[in-house]
Structure formats: structure tokens, C-alpha cells
């Protein structure tokens, strides 16, 4: 069987680190012709991820530094990144930011920050990336969101709030582009081992595990190998759908 992403070309937002990271990586082995590597601040990370891309046989990288919330920066990413490796078949909207705080505690700028990277960012980049898939009449727009969304733990009610916005905004996209030949669906992961866990389990404790059924975190691979095929033709007929992958955390 052919590698799943045999000859398509995918940019991921928020792919220096942790589970964008292993998304980039995920989108490589499976057989992408180039891969986009989406950061805002960390160029060296985001350049290594590039390069262990392209120590593999075939593989083709591109670091974009760019704020996902700027309109004109995302849209000189798009076009780089096209100008330099070819059409955009995917793009994962994962870069996202978490600051974990009781409401009454969270500064206004603090909150609204977390609303603009993991909602506004996304839709930001998606008019940026969804004109040229409607023109090719093919692509597949990937929203990551979280288990937050429907089961938040403390301290997360903006990014639970922006997370659920991410879902309802595939449903909507997913309606408005499905003639046009592009895919929109949403990744909804559950407690994954990344630097961005480290502040929910330092406010909740061992409570973030206990509330696994499998009583275990995951690692990034395992989510990375299921956005990866929400990006493939083999999910050619999922679209509006929002894929839980949390080791049962949601009906735990």
C-alpha cells in the first residue's frame, strides 16, 4: 500500500515543538513532497525540524516564520511556501496557545490573547490557504482542537471557550467548501506529553490522568499518525467530522 500521502505538499502551523512537530514528521513518513514548518518564535527548532525532514530520502522542508493571527503574514506564507515547494494539499491548523488560570485570576489581555492564537489564527489562515485549494478545486484544511472543548479540566476557560469555537468553525467551513472540492475536519486530542501539558498538570495535578480511562498520556506520534490520515485521500469522504483521540477522556 502506498505511503498515505504520497506526492501531496502540507504546511503545519505550530510545528516547531510538540504535537505540531510530530504531525510535520508524521506527514514526512508518510510520503509528502514537502512539508511546511509553521512557527512564530522559534526559528532554530522549527529549522531542525526542517532538516530532520530532509535527512529523509525524498523529503523536501520549508521553515515558515510567520504570526498566524496577521492576515498579510499568513498570506506571504502561502505564497512562499507555494512559490518555493508547490500547491498547498494541506494545511493543519495546530499552532495554539494555553495560559492555564482561574477566570477571576486571568487578566483581560491574557484571555484575549489565548482567544486570537486558537481561534481568530485558524480562521486567519484559513482565508489565506482557501482560495487556491477552491481553485484546484481539491485540499484539506485540518483545525486541531482539544478534549478541552467538551471536557475542560480547571483554569481553562478560555482555551476550552476558543477550542469549542475551533469545532464549530470546521462545521461551518465544511458546509461552505464541500462543493468547491476542499475537505475541512478537526483533530481532537486528548492529553498529549508536551511542553504545553506541563501547565494544566501543574495546576491539576495527577487529576489530568485519572481522568484517562487508559490511565496513560500519549505521545505526539500516536495523534500525528491520525492527522495524517485525516489528511489523505483514504478519509476522502470525512468532512465537518471532529476526530477524538484521547484514550477515552471524554466519556471517562
Same mark, same amino acid.
Given at each position: 500500500?502506498?505511503?498515505?500521502?504520497?506526492?501531496?505538499?502540507?504546511?503545519?502551523?505550530?510545528?516547531?515543538?510538540?504535537?505540531?512537530?510530530?504531525?510535520?514528521?508524521?506527514?514526512?513518513?508518510?510520503?509528502?513532497?514537502?512539508?511546511?514548518?509553521?512557527?512564530?518564535?522559534?526559528?532554530?527548532? =522549527?529549522? %531542525?525540524? &526542517?532538516?530532520?525532514?530532509? +535527512?529523509?530520502? @525524498?523529503?523536501? !522542508? $520549508?521553515?515558515?516564520?510567520?504570526? /498566524?493571527?496577521?492576515?498579510?503574514?499568513?498570506?506571504?506564507?502561502?505564497?512562499?511556501?507555494?512559490?518555493?515547494?508547490?500547491?498547498?494539499?494541506?494545511?493543519?491548523?495546530?499552532?495554539?496557545?494555553?495560559?492555564?488560570?482561574?477566570?477571576?485570576?486571568?487578566?483581560?489581555?491574557?484571555?484575549?490573547?489565548?482567544?486570537?492564537?486558537?481561534?481568530?489564527?485558524?480562521?486567519?489562515?484559513?482565508?489565506?490557504?482557501?482560495?487556491?485549494?477552491?481553485?484546484?478545486?481539491?485540499?484539506?484544511?485540518?483545525?486541531?482542537?482539544?478534549?478541552?472543548?467538551?471536557?475542560? =479540566?480547571? %483554569?481553562? &476557560?478560555?482555551?476550552?471557550? +476558543?477550542?469549542? @469555537?475551533?469545532? !464549530? $468553525?470546521?462545521?461551518?467551513?465544511? /458546509?461552505?467548501?464541500?462543493?468547491?472540492?476542499?475537505?475541512?475536519?478537526?483533530?481532537?486530542?486528548?492529553?498529549?506529553?508536551?511542553?504545553?501539558?506541563?501547565?494544566?498538570?501543574?495546576?491539576?495535578?495527577?487529576?489530568?490522568?485519572?481522568?484517562?480511562?487508559?490511565?496513560?498520556?500519549?505521545?505526539?506520534?500516536?495523534?500525528?499518525?491520525?492527522?495524517?490520515?485525516?489528511?489523505?485521500?483514504?478519509?476522502?469522504?470525512?468532512?465537518?467530522?471532529?476526530?477524538?483521540?484521547?484514550?477515552?477522556?471524554?466519556?471517562?
Amino acid at each position: 500500500m502506498s505511503p498515505l500521502l504520497e506526492g501531496k505538499r502540507v504546511v503545519v502551523t505550530g510545528a516547531s515543538r510538540g504535537l505540531g512537530r510530530a504531525i510535520a514528521l508524521a506527514c514526512a513518513r508518510e510520503g509528502a513532497a514537502g512539508v511546511g514548518i509553521g512557527y512564530r518564535e522559534r526559528a532554530g527548532e =522549527a529549522e %531542525g525540524v &526542517a532538516r530532520a525532514i530532509e +535527512a529523509q530520502p @525524498g523529503g523536501r !522542508a $520549508l521553515a515558515l516564520g510567520f504570526d /498566524v493571527t496577521d492576515a498579510a503574514a499568513a498570506a506571504a506564507a502561502v505564497e512562499r511556501f507555494e512559490a518555493e515547494v508547490g500547491p498547498i494539499d494541506g494545511w493543519v491548523n495546530n499552532a495554539g496557545a494555553v495560559a492555564t488560570g482561574l477566570l477571576v485570576a486571568s487578566d483581560v489581555e491574557q484571555l484575549r490573547a489565548q482567544l486570537e492564537t486558537n481561534l481568530l489564527g485558524p480562521m486567519v489562515c484559513a482565508r489565506a490557504v482557501l482560495p487556491g485549494m477552491m481553485r484546484r478545486r481539491r485540499g484539506v484544511l485540518l483545525n486541531v482542537s482539544s478534549v478541552a472543548a467538551v471536557r475542560p =479540566a480547571r %483554569g481553562q &476557560a478560555a482555551y476550552a471557550a +476558543a477550542k469549542g @469555537g475551533i469545532e !464549530a $468553525l470546521t462545521r461551518a467551513l465544511a /458546509v461552505e467548501y464541500a462543493k468547491k472540492g476542499v475537505r475541512v475536519v478537526c483533530l481532537r486530542p486528548g492529553a498529549i506529553d508536551t511542553e504545553m501539558l506541563g501547565a494544566t498538570r501543574a495546576l491539576a495535578g495527577d487529576e489530568v490522568v485519572a481522568r484517562v480511562p487508559q490511565r496513560r498520556i500519549a505521545a505526539p506520534d500516536e495523534v500525528a499518525g491520525y492527522a495524517a490520515f485525516l489528511l489523505s485521500d483514504r478519509a476522502a469522504y470525512v468532512t465537518g467530522a471532529v476526530a477524538t483521540v484521547d484514550g477515552g477522556y471524554a466519556v471517562g
